[in-house]
């Protein structure tokens, strides 16, 4: 019922020497039965856009302000990553939340802010290695889910992004059971607040050290419709395992 979402988060990397790995992910899967988004640096929204005009891969950005426009140095609004061709927009990363301070309350902006310039908002929620220790896990993305996410969110405009912070970059990931628990109770939430249709349409993606050589153990856990990566969205021979590993999913 829900599509299957591979999204690549390539972070703080690349330039435009590195559209030819975006080029050759493209091409690699021209006949996708999945959704397979691209979030490159700001920079790389407009070229990338008309390198992959010709291919099904969405583009999508990795922060966006709360504002359309004004006073904001340095900032990106909606509508701009809108008008570059970007599909989508990460919100509420947890290295936005640790290295900039976001709070649940602003990336409910953002990700309303997104809306309303008709992209996808790719919500992230995630406890802390000290959080999951202290048997807070489930209180803290309940705090994060019911902040975070706007009450215009649709299957169709949001995918919520669980991404324990333990598990980023580290090459730990969580355990199956683990993604497990924390899924399906995304998922009761969701449609406790908008009830069955919305609450069973938004896709729910894990990130964190998704590589090759765990992407389909990951993939077979229910309510996982697919996976935030980073590290391993940066090359094609990295980032076509685990597209092909969630195709054949079921
Ligand atoms: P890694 O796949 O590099 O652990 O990053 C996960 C992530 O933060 C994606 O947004």
Request: charged residues 20%; aromatic residues 4%.
């Amino acid at each position: 019922m829900r599509r299957k979402l591979a999204a690549g988060n390539w972070k703080m990397n690349g330039t435009r020497a590195s559209l030819g790995e975006a080029r050759a992910i493209a091409d690699a899967h021209p006949d996708l039965a999945l959704d397979l988004l691209l979030c490159p640096p700001a920079t790389l929204l407009s070229a990338a856009h008309d390198l992959l005009a010709d291919t099904s891969v969405l583009l999508g950005a990795q922060d966006c302000h709360c504002e359309n426009s004004g006073a904001h140095t340095g900032d990106l609004s909606a509508p701009m990553l809108a008008d570059v061709g970007a599909r989508a927009v990460i919100v509420g990363h947890s290295e936005r939340r640790e290295n900039h301070e976001e709070t649940s309350e602003l990336v409910r902006a953002k990700a309303r802010a997104a809306h309303d310039a008709g992209l996808m908002a790719v919500i992230c929620l995630g406890e802390s290695l000290a959080q999951r220790e202290a048997a807070n896990t489930l209180d803290i993305i309940a705090g994060q889910l019911s902040t975070s996410v706007p009450d215009t969110a649709t299957g169709e405009n949001t995918v919520i992004a669980y991404e324990p912070i333990w598990a980023i970059g580290t090459g730990l990931t969580a355990s199956t059971a683990q993604i497990g628990e924390v899924h399906d109770f995304i998922r009761a939430r969701l449609e406790r607040r908008f009830g069955s249709g919305v609450g069973l349409s938004i896709r729910l993606l894990y990130g964190g050290s998704v590589k090759p050589a765990n992407a389909a153990e990951i993939f077979a856990v229910p309510n996982v419709d697919g996976a935030l990566v980073g590290g391993a969205s940066l090359t094609q021979a990295d980032f076509s395992p685990i597209v092909q590993a969630l195709e054949a999913s079921s």
